[in-house]
């Protein structure tokens, strides 16, 4: 039998989260929280985003990784395969269709983003500009033990 989440104004509710601890050196503990602070999101929640994209980001290349999301009937955020998939998903106006894979738009501000960038003095715009980047492809090959 399927079942559907529950819903809560528009929304699927979030299931349970449990606690974990991260340790840090205090002065990057201000700094995240200053980060939070400007992005008005509370430590949790960008720190809960940002690991799930970086697992999600390792799954596309690991096949390790991408065994531990299917264990756990996980698929993959659609968010991983842009370009601008990073902390610019938590200003983004896409964001929640993005990690469903259900729109190709690319980063826009969202209007909560615009309006905390405008209460602080600042004009935004958005551009993209192609560029080269090298990053390490990771090859696994299993050894059989036979």
Do not use: W
Not at 11 to 24: G, T
């Amino acid at each position: 039998m399927a079942t559907t989440p529950m819903k809560h104004l528009g929304r699927a509710q979030r299931p349970k989260l449990v606690q974990s601890i991260v340790e840090m050196v205090p002065a990057c503990r201000k700094v995240l929280r200053a980060i939070c602070e400007i992005n008005s999101i509370t430590v949790s929640a960008y720190l809960y985003d940002v690991a799930r994209l970086e697992i999600h980001k390792q799954a596309v290349c690991c096949p390790m990784a991408k065994h531990v999301l299917t264990m756990f009937n996980k698929e993959i955020d659609q968010r991983v395969y842009k370009p601008c998939s990073g902390f610019h998903c938590q200003l983004c106006a896409h964001k929640e269709a993005c990690a469903l894979g259900q729109t190709d738009k690319l980063f826009a501000f969202s209007d909560k983003s615009l309006e905390g960038l405008e209460d602080a003095g600042y004009v935004s715009s958005v551009t993209y500009q192609e560029v080269t980047r090298v990053e390490p492809i990771i090859t696994l090959t299993r050894l059989d033990s036979a």
